[in-house]
């Protein structure tokens, strides 16, 4: 009886790699990558009040009072897929799609000094983009730089009752950075987007109001390319 080793499949994986890529630098060809990575948004805006609390309904309708109040987004899958060519030895585009759904979860800290959590509202985000890249060497396995633009769509949940415009569309600037081995891609992106807030300050009664004009949605993703 044949007995394969465990190991067998991982170096099969490393051998169709390297013989997969292209063994001399140039131009690259038209390739597909689908990506899968992980989100996050950061803060939104926060909001405080000096001598007294301010009102804040819950999703549920439930009414409560706040010193301070910050709402951010939190990490959550991201799905993407991308397509490019290269234009030059070092040079290429890149078309791009991606989604993700985030909670965005509200901290709150009343004047007895207890803090609470809760979901503020959900918000999905679909980018479609456009970029170009610049590889560090040219050569199959490279560091590289990619910088476009895009646009952006965000949804807020509208059973939510938050206060921001729903469905919002807007334009939007990406730059990230990243490592190629041959097929497989592990890259950072920034989708920096508008953002409208809507009576949001009206509604928390605040003094103090510090809401973002942008909003970033920061990417991590590993992706692995097919050429044609």
């Known amino acids: 009886m044949i007995r394969i080793p465990a190991s067998a499949p991982l170096f099969a994986l490393v051998g ?5 890529g292209p063994a001399t630098a140039g131009p690259r060809p038209f390739h597909v990558t689908p990506v899968l990575g992980l989100s996050a948004g950061g803060e939104v805006f926060s909001a405080s009040t000096s001598d007294e609390e301010f009102s804040w309904s819950t999703p549920d309708g439930e009414t409560f009072f706040a010193e301070s109040m910050r709402v951010e987004l939190d990490e959550n899958v991201l799905l993407g897929l ?3 060519k290269g234009i030059t030895d070092r040079l290429s585009w890149e078309a ?3 989604w993700t759904s985030m909670n965005m979860t509200a901290e709150t800290l009343t004047l007895r000094r207890n803090f609470d959590t809760r979901n503020y509202d959900e918000v999905s985000a679909t980018f479609l983009e456009a970029a170009l890249q610049w590889d560090w060497v040219d050569q199959p396995t490279t560091p590289y730089l990619l910088a476009g633009v895009g646009y952006s769509t965000l949804g807020f949940s509208e059973r939510r009752r938050t206060g921001f415009d729903l469905d919002q569309s807007t334009f939007s600037w990406l730059v990230g950075a990243g490592f190629r081995w041959r097929l497989l891609c592990l890259e950072v ?6 953002v409208d807030l809507g009576d949001e300050e ?3 009664q605040a003094e103090t109001f510090d809401g973002k004009d942008t ?3 920061w ?3 590993l992706g692995f390319s097919a050429s044609f």
């Open 16 to 20: 169709i790699l390297l013989a997969a």
């Open 82 to 84: 991308r397509l490019g």
């Open 96 to 98: 791009s799609v991606a």
């Open 189 to 194: 992106r920034d989708h920096i987007m508008s």
């Open 202 to 204: 009206d509604r928390l």
């Open 215 to 217: 909003l970033q949605v």
């Open 219 to 221: 990417e991590i993703s």
